[in-house]
């Protein structure tokens, strides 16, 4: 196939045409919406590092909710800011808690919506850590414990899936031995596998106020510059009893979704985390770029790169182009 008998731009020349020959496409139903709670009620304060994003109380997380699944998108994740924090996260499972609260809520008001349960501790301990800290050091074995306390607690609220989002060793094993000794086997698990020790999770350290009080999390989240790591991670997951395996962060990582895709007969998810969507949404602020195309190029190559469902703080303007 040769200039000039085959010309590729035959097939450009119209919107049209461009429809028909077009390889991947974007669906509200790929988007997954992330939402974060406080205490208190009518409760709607925008997130000063990251742009038409809010903390929410419950109502007003209801509210959204019903927003988002009346564009089309058929998940949200919830992450709470606790009143209370201390030194084990114990409020992450107190029945009464504020993912409870909103789980149950949107179960009510909202029915069809796939609810997620980010199990993570960092927004509900003292220290900032992912776990129990003993000496200065996180220990994997007693997190476990409460990993499945939190996890029990989040199934009884009607979660349909849980999010551990940790990266500490046997997470996902101790999150479904859980569920299954308790009668919550239909709960569904979604590992973030591969979650690297990145520099652009700082806007929802701010939105969640859980950045670390000392030192970081290297010590447990991957490190950057390595890719075969991230297929043990994910094949020990599903071993374990994952359901979804995700990569974390999306745009400097679709490497690892593209392989992680090529390699797993799983659903694969990726988060397109807080600092890229402020970094688009800075950008667009300041005029230096065209928002909508920008924010469903970088959608597109997610989806592209071979991941099955997006978590974005793009979902509402994505859909409602999509729309």
């Known amino acids: 196939m040769q200039y000039p008998d085959y010309r590729p731009r035959r097939l450009r020349r119209t919107e049209n045409l461009r429809r028909m020959i077009c390889e991947t496409k974007l669906d509200p139903g790929d988007f997954i919406y992330p939402l974060f709670l406080v205490t208190g009620k009518g409760v709607q304060k925008e997130i000063s590092s990251m742009p038409g994003q809010y903390n929410l109380s419950v109502d007003k ?7 988002a699944h009346g564009l089309g998108i058929p998940s949200v994740i919830l992450f709470a800011i606790p009143e209370h924090k201390d030194e084990v996260g114990s409020e992450a499972w107190n029945d009464r808690g504020l993912v409870q609260q909103a789980t149950r809520a949107i179960k009510k008001q909202v029915p069809g919506l796939v609810v997620i349960a980010d199990t993570c501790f960092c927004e509900y301990t003292s220290h900032g850590h992912c776990g129990v800290m003993i000496k200065g050091e996180l220990d994997n074995d007693a997190s476990l414990e409460n990993l499945q ?3 029990i607690s989040y199934a009884k609220a009607g979660a349909d899936i849980i999010a551990p989002p940790g990266m500490l060793d046997g997470f996902v094993g101790a999150a479904r031995e859980a569920l299954e000794t308790e009668g919550f086997e239909k709960v569904a698990i979604m590992a973030y596998s591969a979650k690297y020790a990145s520099a652009f999770y700082g806007p929802f350290r701010d939105a969640a106020d859980c950045a670390p009080q000392e030192g970081d999390r ?3 989240q991957m490190d950057p510059a390595n890719a075969r790591e991230a297929l ?3 094949t020990l997951d599903i071993a374990e009893g994952a359901d979804i395996v995700m990569v974390k962060p999306a745009m400097a990582y679709l490497d690892i979704v593209r392989s992680i895709s090529d390699e797993v007969d799983l659903p694969v998810c990726a988060y397109n985390v807080s600092g890229e969507y402020a ?3 800075a950008a667009a602020m300041q005029g230096w770029i065209d928002y909508d195309r920008v924010m469903m190029e970088t959608l597109l190559s997610m989806k592209r790169a071979g991941c099955d469902m997006i978590i974005t703080y793009h979902a509402l303007d994505a859909a409602k182009l999509l729309g």
């Open 61 to 67: 997380a209801v509210e959204m909710a019903k927003k």
């Open 149 to 151: 306390r939190a996890t």
């Open 218 to 220: 290297r010590g447990y």
């Open 232 to 234: 043990r991670e994910v």
């Open 279 to 281: 970094m688009v949404k």
